[in-house]
């Protein structure tokens, strides 16, 4: 059992955590959650016996191992394979010694330990651990020197789940994961015997991977048993009891206080004052709900919206060197309103396709065409690079409107989410999730009508994943997204295209099927196709061509019940206890999100209608 006891910790002089304990049993798996900042990391150290206490304990099993991801990427000449074997250390240990060995008794007792420990198998092993983080089997054995940093990080990773330490902490795995690899270690993590506790801002994975969620909230640690929504659930309730608690106490003790100061003076009153005074000081303060506002993201409407399609690619073949193209043959139209999820593992060509939407890759083939005017707003995570690390969030705003008054700019730069002093303080001192709300704000500054996100959640909190989430659903133009987080785009997107194979198409299933799809393949099973085809051109002219009546009616059937469960999934939301009076904003939101739901359902409704006349004009 891990066990942390009265703990307290602190750097550099602030008080993360405050006398907190927290009992996590073996075999249980964990998802912490709080705002970035609180201490999630720290606690990690100091359970690691990297950083000290201020007070209390933290107490481990003394034969556990504690395994966790490394905080630099491997490299050097090694192969993949060899770099993830070796993090099994006793295996390694005992092959190196199977080789001098010469004791016969002792060889024996190398040779019964690897069985014991199944070491034969390993490589097998850890090839299904690679192949599930988006390796090919032909890159297993290149060396790690030739791959970039970040699939490095994801062979740390590997490494660390193919040790399979007893206790395994992981802190934000999946921000080195495409949603592909992402899928695969939910179910990985899901599965997993021993016990883990994993930090992380994504819903999916901690309503999928883990059966008890700790919560790091003004420095109290609280374990609550079940997923991520069954936590949310029960945070709300306890919260609002114990705002009711703290209330009827600062009833009680006005009361108490309004004796004393009314007889403390009178002699015959006063041992009963003084009793007062002792009941005052016995009372424990209730923490009240603290209400944690997260601050909105919102994007800058397009001043005009632009007559479809805004883009339209056709028969084009793109890539970085010529005669090597990395997407061939590509034809797909993106619309004014269109929310398109990209899909497929990372170095299949998401970021080539929407550098070629963006304008920043010319086709070396084939033909692109974009509406009068186009804007398009490009965010990636590797921006961060191109921010002024000893600017401020004003300095980069101030570049962008040099003639404008103070006033104006001042403005902006809250608009974007940096009110105050917080517009002034260096880059290099913001957190992950400061700098990425920047970026947002620098990459829509000019109001485009289409925005691209690549990785947009990276760094920010669950809180600030739905604002954005918002946000999206509020731009009036469209929206092109790459993202591993399942949340995000189960939310926003409203058509998924998976690139793969050199080319784009079109993916007619859901997420939940997508996840089926992509762990089947993983397991050696041939992954289904049936539902992919060429990207939809929704009819727009009598001269496109238009699907079959019985494609329709098939298609709007599938609409209609995908709808159906969005209506279902918000219902159950507006039917939690108290939800109105709780959080009225959330209420409105999902009351708002409620009345899309139901045009949307109305127009698929009509649409299977139309072509169910069709169908049966047809058969007669």
């Not at 009963?272 to 002792?278: G, L, M, P």
């Not at 993201?297 to 193209?325: H, M, Q, R, T």
Request: charged content about 25%; aromatic content about 4%; proline content about 5%.
């Amino acid at each position: 059992m891990l066990s942390i006891t009265d703990i307290s910790v602190r750097i550099a002089g602030r008080l993360l955590i405050d006398h907190s304990s927290v009992q996590i049993v073996p075999g249980a798996r964990v998802g912490f959650v709080g705002r970035n900042g609180v201490g999630k990391s720290t606690l990690f150290h100091a359970i690691r016996g990297e950083l000290p206490t201020e007070s209390g304990s933290i107490a481990l099993p003394p034969r556990w191992r504690i395994g966790s991801l490394a905080q630099e990427a491997p490299d050097g000449p090694e192969s993949l394979i060899n770099v993830v074997l070796k993090a099994d250390l006793e295996r390694d240990a005992l092959l190196r010694e199977a080789e001098t060995a010469h004791d016969p008794h002792r060889i024996a007792e190398i040779q019964t330990r690897l069985v014991d420990i199944d070491a034969h198998s390993a490589p097998a092993r850890a090839a299904a651990i690679l192949s599930g983080l988006g390796f090919l089997t032909s890159d297993q054995a290149r060396p790690c020197a030739e791959f970039s940093g970040g699939w490095r990080m994801r062979v740390a990773l590997a490494a660390t789940l193919f040790s399979a330490p007893d206790l395994l902490l992981l802190d934000e795995p999946t921000n080195y994961l495409d949603l592909e690899g992402t899928l695969w270690l939910e179910n990985h993590l899901a599965n997993y015997p021993r016990t883990v506790i994993v930090i992380s801002h994504d819903r999916d994975l901690l309503d999928t991977s883990v059966d008890q969620i700790l919560h790091l909230d003004r420095g109290k640690l609280t374990l609550y048993k079940g997923t991520y929504s069954s936590f949310e659930e029960q945070r709300a309730a306890r919260e609002l009891l114990d705002a009711k608690h703290a209330k009827r106490q600062a009833d009680e003790r006005k009361r108490l206080q309004d004796f004393v100061d009314r007889f403390k003076a009178k002699a015959s009153k006063a041992r009963q004052a003084q009793s007062r005074v002792k009941m005052l000081e016995r009372m424990k303060p209730i923490t009240a709900l603290v209400t944690q506002d997260v601050r909105e993201i919102s994007f800058p409407a397009p001043e005009k919206l632009l007559s479809p399609p805004i883009i339209a690619v056709d028969d084009v073949s793109v890539g970085y060197e010529p005669g090597k193209p990395v997407l061939n043959r590509v034809t797909l139209r993106v619309d004014p309103d269109d929310r398109i999820a990209l899909l497929g593992s990372n170095g299949n060509g998401k970021s080539t396709l929407v550098k070629l939407l963006a304008g920043k890759l010319a086709p070396f083939a084939g033909r692109i065409t974009r509406a009068d005017k186009l804007s398009v707003g490009y965010f990636a995570q590797h921006q961060v690079d191109e921010l002024n690390l000893d600017g401020s969030p004003y300095d980069h705003i101030r570049k962008l409107m040099p003639e404008a008054p103070e006033s104006k700019v001042r403005g902006r730069v809250g608009a974007i989410g940096f009110s105050g002093k917080a517009g002034d303080t260096l880059v290099k001192s913001l957190s992950g999730g400061e700098k990425a709300r920047l970026l947002l704000g620098l990459a829509t500054f000019y109001a485009p009508n289409m925005i691209i996100l690549d990785e947009p959640t990276n760094h920010l909190d669950i809180d600030s994943r739905a604002a954005l989430a918002e946000a999206i659903n509020e731009f009036p133009g469209a929206i092109m997204m790459v993202s591993h987080d399942r949340y995000l785009i189960e939310a926003c997107a409203d058509r998924l295209w998976v690139v793969a194979n050199q080319t784009v198409t079109a993916y007619d299933g859901d997420l939940d099927e997508y996840r089926r799809m992509i762990l089947s393949a993983n397991d050696g099973r041939t992954a289904s196709r049936e539902r992919v085809k060429e990207p939809a051109k929704p009819e727009r002219n009598r001269n496109e061509k238009r699907a079959s009546p019985r494609q329709r009616v098939t298609q709007a059937e599938s609409e209609i019940e995908r709808i159906n469960g969005i209506i279902a999934k918000i219902d159950t939301a507006l039917a939690l206890p108290g939800i109105f009076t709780r959080d009225p904003k959330q209420a409105a939101q999902l009351t708002k999100a409620r009345a899309g739901a139901e045009s949307a359902l109305q127009r698929a409704e009509e649409e299977w209608l139309e072509a169910s006349a069709e169908l049966d004009e047809a058969a007669n």
